[in-house]
């Protein structure tokens, strides 16, 4: 398909046609974590499942730093290749790869100083805190693949490429596996074997992913004349802090209602671990819809053309909309055998009746967040920063003081029931923002 597809082609077809390989590389990207998660709970045990579980919040914290950063970046990515501006293009590419990079070195060095303070503020049973410990530092020094593979699968998006990360991520995430039953099973390395495998996998595709994007920009042969541009990097940070925000809410929420959970105990925080795998495979589609509908915007905006933001964003309801029909579905009937799949045979019923009534519960609302993500991705798309940083951070604040306030008195259930309510209010505001049409009218400065 023509390179500037985006532009061209009718809107359902081309949204699909971007999202579908970010959405099977997104379920490739979340099988990391759930097989980590699987293997350790079937092949160690219940403590080392909530041992890797304790630390998931604060994990996808940095992964979703690396997402947003990318894609905030990938928008004048998007918008000057749209332009056919090649130039800028690759100076703001060249610009954001290094800037990331230097901010990933420096997270995984104060992750590996402060790992064990940061799991005792987050209440970590002590009987699970070893285990947590290792998992943590093993992922804080491979955070610079992490960062890497992520900023340029952003980056590959923005082209329209998104085929080459689905492809990296269906290698990467096969051998991760592969090393993870090696380490565990054969090595017998418990946690930190799943956490070795991860870094492995990360670093070889990450590396890979380099290389390749290095092949496709001498496709574009214009010289930038410089590698890092400050300006470039102030114009990017405007539209990518934002953006980190929006990508971080959910898991910035999970960090900090941790807490709470742990307090529930090792039994409960394994199903809750469990169940929170689940979640993440569940909105990868919403959140691929979020991403396809930014670089849509984007890239259309840079055109020209406005109504076809408005057709894409309107066809863009009736994707998520299924999509959500059919997690519900799938939730509601096979909410046992899907939580039974991390617990082994000593597993505690404590811990699966607690997983199997959060994803019911959650199923059926997933068609909040995918409002969410579309309506936040066209303001992100065009550059309307000011509501969407404002709804986002409204989402944040509900969930987290709902959780916090209720969980104590009332029980853990009153942790999942809070997200909803974050999620809803978050797309009402974007909605009534996207609807005064600023988004028309808002322009991104030119370093």
Known sequence: ????????????????????????????????????????????????LA????????????????????????????????????????RSVSTALIAFLGVSILLGALGLLFSTSIMELLRTPSNIMDDAVTYLNIYFIGLPFLFMYNVLSAMFNA??????????????????????????????????????????????????????????????????????DVAELKNMTRIALPSILQQSTVSIGMMLVQSVVNSFGSEMLAGYSAAMRIESIAIVPMAAMGNAISSYVAQNIGAGEYERVKKGYHTSYGIVAAFAVVLCVVLQLFSVPIISMFLDKDGTQVALDTGIDCIRF??????????????????????????FTVANLVNLGLRVVLAITLAPRFGIHMVWMAVPIGWTV??????FEYRTGKWRRVKLKKG
Not at 38 to 47: C, K, L, P, S, Y
Not at 160 to 181: E, K, M, Q, T, W
Not at 199 to 214: D, N, R
Not at 426 to 431: M, T
Request: charged share 15%; proline share 2%.
């Open 51 to 90: 041992a890797v579980g304790a630390s998931y919040s604060l994990t996808n914290v940095f992964i979703s730093i690396a997402i947003g950063g990318g894609v905030g970046a990938s928008v004048i990515v998007s918008q000057t290749f749209g332009q056919r501006d090649y130039r800028t293009m690759k």
């Open 426 to 431: 978050n797309y009402l505001i974007s909605f």
């Open 1 to 48: 398909m023509d390179k500037e597809y985006l532009i061209r082609e009718r809107p359902l077809k081309a949204l699909l046609f971007f999202a579908f390989p970010m959405i099977i590389g997104n379920l490739f990207q979340q099988f990391y974590t759930m097989a980590d998660s699987v293997i350790v709970g079937r092949f160690v045990g219940e403590n080392a």
């Open 362 to 387: 959650m199923g059926w609302f997933f068609v909040m967040i995918g409002l969410k993500m579309i309506t936040d991705g066209v303001l992100r798309g065009a550059g309307d920063m000011t509501m």
């Open 159 to 228: 082209l329209g490429r998104s085929r080459i990360p689905l492809y990296l991520l269906i290698f990467s995430s096969v051998l991760n596996v592969a090393l993870d039953i090696y380490m565990v099973t054969s090595l017998h390395m418990g946690v930190a074997g799943v956490a070795w495998a991860t870094l492995i996998a990360q670093g070889i595709s990450a590396v890979l992913s380099f290389c390749l994007f290095l092949r496709e920009l001498k496709t574009h042969p214009e010289k930038t004349g410089i590698c890092f």
